[in-house]
């Protein structure tokens, strides 16, 4: 049987989205999968949508309160049985064959941490002409300088990276970045698989639409989480900069 995969997404007041993200996975072209989803908290019909659409490798977790996507996303990785984990936002989308395909290149070449390409679409899920692509590895380093591994593109094997290590610190953004930091300080690479099999809808008021936010989280991550110099922190901050920018406008 082929290993099966937990997916885990977090959900807050995304109603106007959530249905193509269902859609998105109920048409992967890999079965064995069983899906996570964490609401926190909505005020929304998020929930509502989500029950309609409940199967029976569906798990649902319901937040008493908002808690955030970092501590949610834990919640659903505490309970992940999948041999992979995946990360699905509520709000983005994924290629039909994004599951078969980054499964056969971690099973085929023993991987323990990937990612992969992906599209920047609008809030329909249709690209806006930006495709990232990926390089073949990434360690420590390369990702201080250029932060290319989105949430919605990674698998990690679980049965070789101890769960404990798995979980995302709680704080309000970045919370993702920070366990990749983690994990590449544990595996020497993480490996990219450079096809566009997820699309990235961005949102005005979403927090990732937040640039301020984000700049301000990646200089906390130098200078508070990882202890970099200043003056080293201001190289690696150069270069993040100049691949951002180079992201959006490939």
């Known amino acids: 049987m082929k290993p099966l995969v937990s997916i885990i997404t977090p959900i807050y007041n995304a109603s106007q989205y959530i249905n193509g993200t269902i859609n998105s996975v109920f048409y992967q072209t890999y079965k064995n999968w069983e899906w996570i989803i964490i609401d926190d908290a909505s005020t929304d019909n ?3 949508i989500i029950k309609k659409n409940l199967k029976d490798n569906i798990i649902l977790i319901k937040n008493k309160k908002n808690i955030g996507p970092g501590p949610s996303r834990n919640k659903g990785i ?5 041999k992979y984990i995946s990360f699905l936002d509520a709000d983005d989308l994924w290629d039909k064959t994004k599951l078969e395909k ?3 290149f971690m099973e085929k070449n023993k991987i323990n941490f990937s990612f992969t390409g992906y599209i920047f679409s609008n809030m329909h899920g249709i690209g806006t002409g930006a495709t ?3 390089p073949k590895k990434i360690n420590y380093e390369n ?3 250029n932060t290319i591994i989105w949430t919605c593109t990674v698998m990690i094997n679980q049965e070789n990276i101890n769960k404990k290590n798995l979980y995302m610190p709680a704080i309000k953004k970045g ?3 920070s366990l990749w930091i983690k994990l590449l300080k544990i595996e020497e690479y993480a490996y990219g698989l450079n096809e566009p099999l997820a699309y990235y809808r961005r949102r005005k008021k979403s927090l990732s639409a937040n640039k301020l936010h984000a700049i301000k989280a990646i200089w906390y991550l130098y200078r508070k989480q990882e202890k970099i110099p200043f003056i080293k922190s201001c190289y690696y901050f150069t270069h ?3 691949n951002t920018i180079k992201k959006r406008i490939k």
Do not use: C, H, P, R
């Open 46 to 48: 998020s929930l509502d």
């Open 78 to 82: 505490k309970i992940a049985k999948g």
């Open 102 to 104: 980054q499964v056969n």
């Open 132 to 134: 990232v692509e990926v």
């Open 143 to 145: 990702y201080l300088k």
């Open 175 to 177: 919370e993702d970045g």
């Open 240 to 242: 993040y900069l100049f």
